[in-house]
């Protein structure tokens, strides 16, 4: 299966982070996205809330000029975010993001589940932690997820 550049690179800094115990919801330059983007917290300054993908003027601005970090784009980046969090067992509102009880590593596996399959419909390539193929079992998936990855990708 070929990937590209931004995915493998996200992935290494993922697995990285994951192995060496540095991956922290709660830390803005250890999170997901902070660690995609190289242990910067930048990426903060787009939204106003924590887990949101709502693009704030700054991240509007960003988005409106084509900018890329590490090859993603902010709401891309917001994104990713939230379904870390989502996976983290963080419940996420227009105005709130409240925090599960405790956090450990078992849960932070179940967050880069949930960046992984982000990261491959973003890229249009199969969800490659996805072992349902190997097993001969299809999951069935909600219409609309499946529908708006068909629609984003060029075939």
């Known amino acids: 299966m070929k990937t590209s550049i931004r995915f493998e690179n996200a992935i290494a800094k993922l697995y990285t982070a994951f192995q060496n115990d540095t991956l922290n919801p709660e830390d803005c330059n250890r999170c997901a996205i902070g660690t995609i983007l190289d ?7 787009m939204t106003d809330i924590h887990g949101s993908v709502q693009l704030n003027y700054v ?7 084509g900018r890329r970090f590490n090859g993603y784009s902010p709401i891309e980046l917001l994104k990713i975010e939230a379904s870390f969090l989502k996976g983290c067992g963080y419940r996420l509102g227009k105005h709130f993001c409240h925090k599960p009880d405790y956090i450990d590593k078992t849960i932070l596996f179940n967050g880069l589940c949930e960046v992984v399959a982000t990261l491959c419909q973003m890229d249009c390539i199969d969800n490659v932690m996805d072992c349902s193929k190997l097993f001969g079992h299809h999951v069935a998936q909600p219409r609309n997820v499946t529908s708006q990855v068909l629609e984003s990708c060029e075939f």
């Open 59 to 65: 991240g509007l601005v960003h988005q409106n000029l």
């Open 39 to 45: 242990n910067k917290d930048s990426w903060r300054h």
